[in-house]
């Protein structure tokens, strides 16, 4: 499995601004306000993936990965590894949505209601997008396999 591209993240959330720009310019005025809490779960989902990579990095570097009871199974691994690469998506197209929110709403707050009470909800939430992406990668980068040592071959 290939890491994934910083480049293909800022596209999904150059793209997801962009789209979502077009369309807040026509729908603002049916849209709903956005709660602070998207932008806090975003941050404690990236808080998890922070906790698992340090975990991971930390076996890792211990040589602790394998299936005895006191180490860390190759699976769970893997599985990390799949919350890392979501995470980091995740988090583009999250973060991408809001700033496309952010364009529009931040400079009208002096003039809509609407868009002072909207701006702490995307500000936030574009914020743990970002953050978020950026735990996703570093996630996905902890899980990766050390390369093999001079006297190990590679399988």
């Known amino acids: ?15 997801c601004a962009a789209a ?11 849209m709903s306000t956005v709660p602070i809490s998207v932008g806090l779960t975003l941050l404690i989902m990236a808080v998890l993936c922070c906790m698992l990579a340090w975990r991971v990095k930390g076996q890792i570097k211990e040589n602790r990965i394998g299936f005895d009871r006191s180490q860390l199974e190759p ?34 707050m002096g ?4 868009a002072a ?9 574009a914020i743990g997008g970002v953050v978020l992406c950026v735990a996703g990668l570093w ?7 050390p390369p093999p040592t001079d006297g190990e071959s590679v399988r």
């Not at 690469?85 to 197209?93: D, E, F, R």
């Not at 009470?117 to 939430?125: L, S």
């Not at 996630?139 to 396999?145: H, I, N, S, V």
């Open 20 to 30: 979502t720009l077009i369309v807040i310019q026509n729908l603002y005025n049916v």
């Open 75 to 108: 699976t769970r691994v893997a599985t990390f590894l799949i919350i890392g690469k979501t995470s980091a998506w995740t988090g583009a197209i999250f973060s991408g949505i809001y700033v496309g929110m952010g364009v529009y709403v931040i400079p009208r």
């Open 139 to 145: 996630l996905e980068r902890a899980c990766a396999a």
């Open 117 to 125: 009470n909207d701006a702490p909800g995307v500000i936030t939430a």
């Open 1 to 15: 499995m290939k890491t994934t591209s910083i480049t293909a993240l800022v596209g999904v959330g150059g793209f």
């Open 111 to 114: 003039d809509l209601v609407a």
